[in-house]
């Protein structure tokens, strides 16, 4: 009779105890964002099948999952259509994330289209698949040779239009 009885609990205990949910233990934020690879002074060309159209150099550079973060970067970005009249981007800041085409640079960025424009902020926001730089600080430029300054900066590089608030545009009127 013991043994039949003790039998009968060990299965209740075993059917309750198969029936009670277990928690996985929770990765921590530094646990689930670990880097892939890390770059020390990486020189990094993306090529297509005509040349190469982006160049990258960083003192470092660390690849995660979703985004790339590169410091103390120059990128170049040579144009690819041949309607619009330039040679290159250049973006260059102490501080580069990039998640998928949309790069978002901080600390002394420097943006520079040829000579046609020539940007210095704090931090720039450049989406690389629609042509577009903004940002919501204060920014000092160049553009034709004509100083440009103001705050929350959009410039649409396809349309060649630059919007800025605050904005101050000084013509030089002794140059050609």
Known sequence: MGIKSF???????????????????????AEKDLPQVIFE??????LNDRSI???V???????????????????????????????????KADKIIKKA??????????Y???????????HLIYDDINKIAKNNKPFDGIYNEHIFKGTNLYLDINNDNIKA???HFEIDMKKN
């Open 7 to 29: 039998t009968t609990l060990l299965l209740f205990v075993s059917i309750f105890a198969y029936f009670i949910p277990i928690k996985k233990p929770e990765k921590s934020q």
């Open 41 to 46: 002074k990486p020189i990094m060309y993306t």
């Open 53 to 55: 159209y982006r160049v």
């Open 57 to 91: 150099i960083a003192e470092h550079a660390v690849k995660y999952q979703n985004r790339d973060e590169m410091f103390n970067a120059d990128i170049t970005l040579k144009n690819q259509d041949a309607t619009k009249e330039f040679n290159s981007e250049n973006l």
């Open 101 to 110: 085409d949309v790069y978002t640079l901080t600390n002394n960025v420097k």
């Open 112 to 122: 520079k289209r040829d000579k046609f424009v020539k940007l210095d902020t704090d």
């Open 165 to 167: 608030e605050n904005a």
